[in-house]
């Protein structure tokens, strides 16, 4: 299957700081690619959709000015936690869609926010 | 609102046997059926999937059964082995290109 990865694959910020995730598509041009928070033992939550070169769409109840996604290319999509605070802390996770059904998920990335 | 209902929760199966994750949907527009299993700590993988033009896929120990007219669909997995032990994701989409509706997930344990 097509791999995407995350980077960082954890992370540990303190309050009021900004954090980076990175989502690449490795082996394939990825023009939708689709991020996710998951809390334990619960199901991903989407919370964004992000097409190459255009504005994310959100979720209601999702802060855009809050979580900040950039799709700069087919390959790289990147999630920004500004002014992060405990309750940020999550699991997130980006997948990414080839041409055709499938979408493939990264190996997220643990944030936690002291 | 869960567009995708799951059951169970957990799951608890001996090793050599059958498990059975049931999955239901309310919206006809759902054309994309993947499931995804996911160890703790990791990203979703895709195991299986199937559009609902057939009733049922399989690949290797991995089988889904497909209801359209119930508007329900399965995963089995045969001869489960505790590698298996892991958390199992139905989910649905429209048109492929939309972001997925998972189910709540069920917890499979497989015991030796």
């Known amino acids: 299957g097509a791999v995407v990865s995350q980077h960082p694959s954890w992370v540990i910020c303190k309050s009021g700081t900004s954090v980076k995730i990175e989502c690449r598509s490795l082996d394939f041009q990825a023009t939708t690619m689709f991020w996710y928070r998951q809390f334990p033992k619960q199901s991903l939550m989407l919370m964004a959709t992000?097409?190459?070169?255009?504005?994310?769409?959100?979720e209601q109840g999702v802060e855009k000015d809050k979580f900040l996604i950039n799709h700069a290319s087919l390959t790289l999509s990147t999630l920004t936690v500004t002014s992060a605070h405990p309750e940020d802390s999550s699991f997130y996770i980006c997948?990414?869609?080839?041409?055709?059904?499938?979408?493939?998920f990264g190996p997220g990335t643990r944030l936690t926010v002291t | 609102q869960q567009q995708v209902k799951q059951s169970p929760q957990s799951l608890i199966v001996q090793k050599g046997g059958i498990s059975i994750i049931n999955c239901a949907y309310e919206?006809?527009?759902?054309?994309?059926f993947p499931w995804y299993q996911q160890f703790p700590g990791k990203g979703p993988a895709l195991l299986i999937a199937?559009?609902?033009?057939?009733s049922e896929k399989k690949e290797g120990r991995f089988t889904i059964s497909f209801n359209k007219s119930a508007k329900q669909f399965s995963l089995h997995i045969m001869d489960s082995q505790p590698g298996d032990s892991a958390t199992y994701f139905c989910?649905?989409?429209?048109?492929?290109?939309?972001?997925?509706?998972f189910g709540k997930g069920t917890s499979l344990l497989v015991t030796p």
């Open positions: 992000s097409n190459e070169g255009s504005k994310a769409t959100y």
């Open positions: 997948s990414a869609r080839t041409g055709g059904d499938e979408q493939y």
């Open positions: 199937i559009r609902p033009d057939v």
């Open positions: 919206n006809t527009a759902f054309d994309y």
């Open positions: 989910a649905a989409t429209a048109n492929s290109g939309y972001a997925l509706n």
